[in-house]
């Protein structure tokens, strides 16, 4: 790698699969909104666009998540990212997020800002991200073609106007490409997640692979659907099954073909703590932070 970019992904845990092993990271979750519904989501959980599924994640102001950050990166010294993930979409929730950034950008500079988003208010938001020093930005793109977005989102706001259908689908999808494309001339970091979602854009996720590392992503990171019935349903129906670990890793490979593949996503909660895969967020609860004052 460029020495740039070594020295912006060896302390990244989920940019780099070496630094996962020793370098930590943590959630704060002061997103709540979404300016998007996505089949999979039943929206009192957190986002997939990063996180599980089906969990509730603790919900904080700017202030609470500055002070949780703080009291974090004193406990645990290998934390090196601070992410916002959700639970609804970050940029949906400009004033929250952008607040904490702020404030944390002054407080704490030596954390690097992570941020994660479904890419509708990317273009917009790109001058913003670029001001807090964010070199790492996951956009979710679980299609480039209108016809499969139409399956996978039933609407998204725009414009104060709730647009469906495959109108949505291509709105979102455009500012998704134009917003990778912005972030990536400015040498900020893109890692594309998407959602394998059997039947529905598996196949088609070989393409989204291939267009979005043309556009410049650094890394593309293919999760399961997690379908349990008390997450809620796909299409309104029961029943869509995720993938098999099989399917998965099949899709995985087709894709490393032409592009760096993270492997190693656990797809952690908007509140997660600590390194990938050890949640420690019941540990720094604002409860316990409070006490620890
Ligand atoms: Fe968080 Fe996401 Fe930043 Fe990482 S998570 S905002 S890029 S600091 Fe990482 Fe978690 Fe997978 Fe996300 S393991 S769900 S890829
Ligand atoms: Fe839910 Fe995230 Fe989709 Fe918004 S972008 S509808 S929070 S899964």
Redesign the pocket.
Same mark, same amino acid.
């Given at each position: 790698l460029p020495d740039e970019i070594r020295d912006k992904v060896y302390n990244h845990? /989920?940019y780099s699969e070496q630094a996962h092993h020793y370098f930590a990271?943590m %959630?704060v979750a002061v997103a709540p909104a979404c300016n998007i519904q996505c089949h999979y989501c039943n929206r009192k959980y957190d986002c997939s666009n990063?996180?599980r599924p089906g969990v509730v994640s603790e919900l904080l102001t700017p202030d609470q998540a500055v002070k949780k950050t703080l009291a974090v990166a004193a406990n645990i010294p290998q934390m090196t990212?601070l992410?916002?993930?959700g639970p609804g979409d970050p940029l949906a929730n400009p004033e929250r997020t952008f607040a904490t950034f702020r404030m944390l950008s002054e407080q704490a500079p030596d954390i690097k800002l /992570?941020?994660?988003t479904n890419g509708l208010a990317l273009p917009e938001s790109v001058d913003e991200l670029a001001k807090h020093n964010i070199d %790492?930005v996951?956009i979710t793109i679980n299609a480039v073609d209108p016809d499969v977005g139409a399956k996978i989102y039933p609407w998204i706001f725009w414009e104060n106007k709730r647009i469906k259908g495959r109108e949505a689908a291509a709105i979102l999808i455009e500012q998704q490409q134009k917003g990778l494309q912005m972030l990536t001339e400015r040498g900020i970091l893109v890692?594309v997640?998407s959602v394998m979602i059997p039947g529905v854009n598996d196949e088609h996720l070989k393409e989204v692979s291939r267009i979005v590392k043309s556009k410049g992503a650094f890394l593309h990171?293919v999760m399961p659907l997690i379908s349990e019935a008390e997450h809620g349903t796909f299409f309104g129906l029961m029943g869509q099954r995720g993938p098999e670990p099989e399917e998965l890793q099949n899709l995985q490979d087709a894709c490393a073909g032409d592009m760096n593949m993270?492997r190693h /996503?656990?797809? /952690?909660r908007a509140d997660?703590v600590g390194l990938?895969g050890e949640d420690r967020g019941e540990e720094f609860t604002l409860d316990k932070i409070e006490a620890m004052e």
């Open positions: 845990p /989920c990271r %959630h990063e996180s990212v992410g916002i993930a /992570c941020v994660s %790492h996951t890692k997640n990171n993270m /996503c656990r797809q /952690c997660a990938l």
